[in-house]
Protein backbone atom coordinates (compact mmCIF):
# COMPACT_ATOMS: atom_id res chain seq x y z
CA UNK A 1 0.00 0.00 0.00
CA UNK A 2 1.69 3.61 -1.22
CA UNK A 3 2.20 5.55 1.52
CA UNK A 4 3.04 9.50 0.87
CA UNK A 5 4.91 11.46 3.77
CA UNK A 6 6.07 14.87 4.17
CA UNK A 7 8.65 16.79 6.47
CA UNK A 8 8.66 19.16 8.15
CA UNK A 9 4.72 18.96 9.10
CA UNK A 10 5.12 22.98 9.47
CA UNK A 11 7.80 25.70 9.02
CA UNK A 12 7.76 29.30 9.38
CA UNK A 13 10.75 31.38 7.72
CA UNK A 14 11.35 34.98 7.15
CA UNK A 15 10.42 36.49 4.45
CA UNK A 16 13.33 35.99 1.31
CA UNK A 17 14.56 32.78 2.40
CA UNK A 18 14.95 29.70 0.32
CA UNK A 19 13.51 26.27 1.49
CA UNK A 20 12.92 22.79 0.54
CA UNK A 21 10.05 20.75 1.20
CA UNK A 22 10.36 17.48 1.40
CA UNK A 23 8.36 14.56 -0.03
CA UNK A 24 8.30 10.70 0.37
CA UNK A 25 6.85 7.79 -1.30
CA UNK A 26 7.00 3.80 0.07
CA UNK A 27 6.01 2.35 -3.57
CA UNK A 28 8.55 4.09 -6.40
CA UNK A 29 5.86 2.90 -9.39
CA UNK A 30 4.19 5.97 -9.78
CA UNK A 31 2.84 7.47 -12.46
CA UNK A 32 3.77 11.15 -11.72
CA UNK A 33 4.03 13.68 -8.71
CA UNK A 34 2.16 16.66 -8.21
CA UNK A 35 2.70 19.59 -5.63
CA UNK A 36 0.03 21.45 -4.59
CA UNK A 37 -1.21 24.56 -2.61
CA UNK A 38 -3.58 24.64 0.00
CA UNK A 39 -4.94 28.04 1.57
CA UNK A 40 -6.94 27.84 4.68
CA UNK A 41 -10.59 26.29 4.12
CA UNK A 42 -9.92 26.21 0.42
CA UNK A 43 -9.65 23.86 -2.28
CA UNK A 44 -6.22 22.95 -4.00
CA UNK A 45 -4.16 25.00 -6.63
CA UNK A 46 -1.69 22.65 -8.68
CA UNK A 47 1.79 24.24 -8.58
CA UNK A 48 4.28 21.69 -10.63
CA UNK A 49 3.56 18.03 -11.93
CA UNK A 50 6.48 15.61 -12.57
CA UNK A 51 6.02 12.53 -14.95
CA UNK A 52 7.45 9.51 -13.48
CA UNK A 53 10.06 9.82 -16.47
CA UNK A 54 10.93 13.00 -15.58
CA UNK A 55 13.66 14.72 -13.04
CA UNK A 56 12.45 18.14 -12.42
CA UNK A 57 9.97 21.29 -13.21
CA UNK A 58 9.95 24.23 -12.90
CA UNK A 59 7.69 27.57 -12.37
CA UNK A 60 8.58 30.63 -11.76
CA UNK A 61 10.39 30.84 -7.89
CA UNK A 62 9.31 26.78 -7.63
CA UNK A 63 11.46 24.07 -8.41
CA UNK A 64 10.42 20.58 -7.83
CA UNK A 65 12.51 17.33 -8.26
CA UNK A 66 11.56 13.86 -8.23
CA UNK A 67 14.18 10.43 -7.47
CA UNK A 68 11.48 7.89 -8.16
CA UNK A 69 13.94 5.26 -7.24
CA UNK A 70 14.66 6.17 -3.70
CA UNK A 71 10.76 7.40 -3.32
CA UNK A 72 11.80 11.14 -2.88
CA UNK A 73 10.56 13.88 -4.34
CA UNK A 74 11.45 17.85 -3.12
CA UNK A 75 9.67 21.24 -3.43
CA UNK A 76 12.29 24.11 -3.60
CA UNK A 77 11.03 27.81 -3.29
CA UNK A 78 13.04 30.37 -3.74
CA UNK A 79 12.74 33.97 -2.32
CA UNK A 80 9.67 33.27 -0.11
CA UNK A 81 6.83 35.93 0.68
CA UNK A 82 4.48 36.08 2.98
CA UNK A 83 1.98 34.79 0.23
CA UNK A 84 3.46 31.70 0.24
CA UNK A 85 2.12 31.08 3.74
CA UNK A 86 -0.48 28.00 3.04
CA UNK A 87 -0.51 23.82 3.16
CA UNK A 88 1.64 22.47 0.68
CA UNK A 89 0.45 18.94 -0.34
CA UNK A 90 2.41 16.20 -2.99
CA UNK A 91 0.47 13.68 -3.91
CA UNK A 92 1.61 10.44 -6.15
CA UNK A 93 -0.71 8.78 -9.15
CA UNK A 94 -0.03 4.82 -9.23
CA UNK A 95 0.87 3.59 -12.15
CA UNK A 96 -1.42 1.55 -14.24
CA UNK A 97 -5.03 2.08 -15.07
CA UNK A 98 -5.74 4.30 -12.19
CA UNK A 99 -6.15 7.66 -12.06
CA UNK A 100 -6.16 7.65 -7.95
CA UNK A 101 -4.10 10.29 -6.48
CA UNK A 102 -2.82 9.09 -2.32
CA UNK A 103 -1.48 12.46 -1.11
CA UNK A 104 1.03 13.39 1.76
CA UNK A 105 0.40 14.50 5.32
CA UNK A 106 1.12 18.39 4.04
CA UNK A 107 3.77 20.71 5.19
CA UNK A 108 2.35 24.17 6.84
CA UNK A 109 4.55 27.20 5.87
CA UNK A 110 4.54 30.69 7.03
CA UNK A 111 6.76 32.95 6.21
CA UNK A 112 6.94 35.87 7.92
CA UNK A 113 6.98 39.58 7.04
CA UNK B 1 -10.15 26.61 -18.61
CA UNK B 2 -10.96 23.54 -16.32
CA UNK B 3 -12.93 24.85 -14.29
CA UNK B 4 -14.55 22.65 -11.26
CA UNK B 5 -17.18 24.31 -9.01
CA UNK B 6 -18.92 22.65 -5.67
CA UNK B 7 -22.07 23.78 -3.92
CA UNK B 8 -22.88 24.62 -1.19
CA UNK B 9 -19.39 25.76 0.09
CA UNK B 10 -20.88 25.60 3.93
CA UNK B 11 -23.50 24.03 5.18
CA UNK B 12 -24.82 23.02 8.51
CA UNK B 13 -27.37 20.01 8.93
CA UNK B 14 -28.92 18.65 12.52
CA UNK B 15 -27.93 15.02 13.33
CA UNK B 16 -29.28 12.52 11.71
CA UNK B 17 -30.63 14.22 8.70
CA UNK B 18 -29.23 14.25 4.99
CA UNK B 19 -27.41 16.54 3.22
CA UNK B 20 -26.34 16.57 -0.59
CA UNK B 21 -23.59 17.99 -2.15
CA UNK B 22 -22.95 18.89 -5.73
CA UNK B 23 -19.63 19.18 -7.79
CA UNK B 24 -20.30 20.57 -11.52
CA UNK B 25 -17.22 21.02 -14.38
CA UNK B 26 -18.11 24.23 -15.71
CA UNK B 27 -16.09 24.30 -18.86
CA UNK B 28 -15.33 20.17 -19.74
CA UNK B 29 -16.58 17.26 -19.87
CA UNK B 30 -15.63 14.97 -16.81
CA UNK B 31 -15.01 11.62 -17.60
CA UNK B 32 -14.79 10.87 -13.98
CA UNK B 33 -15.07 12.50 -10.36
CA UNK B 34 -13.27 12.06 -7.33
CA UNK B 35 -14.87 12.97 -3.90
CA UNK B 36 -12.09 13.36 -1.45
CA UNK B 37 -12.70 13.85 2.39
CA UNK B 38 -10.30 16.34 4.80
CA UNK B 39 -10.19 15.98 8.42
CA UNK B 40 -8.79 19.63 10.41
CA UNK B 41 -4.78 19.37 9.70
CA UNK B 42 -4.79 16.02 7.83
CA UNK B 43 -4.60 15.24 4.51
CA UNK B 44 -7.01 14.47 1.50
CA UNK B 45 -8.16 10.98 2.05
CA UNK B 46 -9.94 9.63 -1.44
CA UNK B 47 -13.83 8.51 -0.90
CA UNK B 48 -14.58 7.35 -3.71
CA UNK B 49 -14.16 7.46 -7.76
CA UNK B 50 -17.02 7.27 -10.09
CA UNK B 51 -17.35 7.18 -13.71
CA UNK B 52 -20.75 9.14 -15.92
CA UNK B 53 -23.20 6.53 -15.53
CA UNK B 54 -21.59 3.86 -13.16
CA UNK B 55 -21.84 3.04 -9.93
CA UNK B 56 -19.25 4.73 -7.91
CA UNK B 57 -16.20 2.90 -6.58
CA UNK B 58 -15.37 3.34 -3.16
CA UNK B 59 -12.60 3.28 -1.13
CA UNK B 60 -11.86 1.08 1.44
CA UNK B 61 -13.47 1.66 4.75
CA UNK B 62 -16.22 4.04 2.87
CA UNK B 63 -19.76 3.56 3.69
CA UNK B 64 -21.33 2.86 0.63
CA UNK B 65 -24.89 3.12 2.32
CA UNK B 66 -24.10 6.30 4.18
CA UNK B 67 -22.25 8.23 1.01
CA UNK B 68 -23.85 8.23 -1.94
CA UNK B 69 -22.14 9.13 -4.79
CA UNK B 70 -24.21 10.37 -8.15
CA UNK B 71 -22.87 10.93 -11.53
CA UNK B 72 -25.36 10.81 -13.52
CA UNK B 73 -24.06 13.78 -16.30
CA UNK B 74 -20.99 14.68 -17.83
CA UNK B 75 -20.66 17.71 -15.60
CA UNK B 76 -22.32 16.66 -12.31
CA UNK B 77 -21.84 14.26 -9.55
CA UNK B 78 -23.61 14.85 -6.17
CA UNK B 79 -22.46 13.56 -3.03
CA UNK B 80 -25.47 12.53 -0.63
CA UNK B 81 -24.83 12.37 2.97
CA UNK B 82 -27.17 10.09 4.86
CA UNK B 83 -28.23 10.43 8.41
CA UNK B 84 -25.47 12.82 9.27
CA UNK B 85 -23.27 12.71 12.37
CA UNK B 86 -21.10 14.65 14.04
CA UNK B 87 -18.27 12.77 13.14
CA UNK B 88 -19.11 13.59 9.80
CA UNK B 89 -18.42 16.81 10.01
CA UNK B 90 -15.62 17.52 7.39
CA UNK B 91 -14.06 19.16 4.17
CA UNK B 92 -15.36 17.91 1.24
CA UNK B 93 -13.49 18.15 -1.53
CA UNK B 94 -14.14 17.08 -5.07
CA UNK B 95 -12.08 16.49 -8.51
CA UNK B 96 -12.78 15.91 -12.16
CA UNK B 97 -11.33 14.80 -14.55
CA UNK B 98 -11.88 14.51 -18.42
CA UNK B 99 -10.13 10.74 -18.91
CA UNK B 100 -10.97 7.70 -17.53
CA UNK B 101 -7.17 6.84 -17.59
CA UNK B 102 -4.12 8.96 -15.74
CA UNK B 103 -5.62 12.36 -16.59
CA UNK B 104 -5.22 15.86 -14.66
CA UNK B 105 -7.92 15.79 -12.03
CA UNK B 106 -9.09 20.11 -11.30
CA UNK B 107 -9.95 20.56 -8.40
CA UNK B 108 -13.22 21.86 -6.71
CA UNK B 109 -13.04 24.56 -3.90
CA UNK B 110 -14.45 22.67 -1.24
CA UNK B 111 -17.71 21.84 1.07
CA UNK B 112 -17.84 22.35 4.64
CA UNK B 113 -20.10 20.14 6.25
CA UNK B 114 -20.54 20.98 10.48
CA UNK B 115 -23.12 18.19 11.68
CA UNK B 116 -25.05 19.66 15.14
Known amino acids: KQEVTQIPAALSVPEGENLVLNCSFTDSAIYNLQWFRQDPGKGLTSLLLIQSSQREQTSGRLNASLDKSSGRSTLYIAASQPGDSATYLCAVRQGGATNKLIFGTGTLLAVQP | GAVVSQHPSRVICKSGTSVKIECRSL??????MFWYRQFPKQSLMLMAT?????????EQGVEKDKFLINHASLTLSTLTVTSAHPEDSSFYIC????????????FGPGTRLTVT
Open chain 2, 95 to 106: SASPAVGAGEQY
Open chain 2, 27 to 32: DFQATT
Open chain 2, 50 to 58: SNEGSKATY
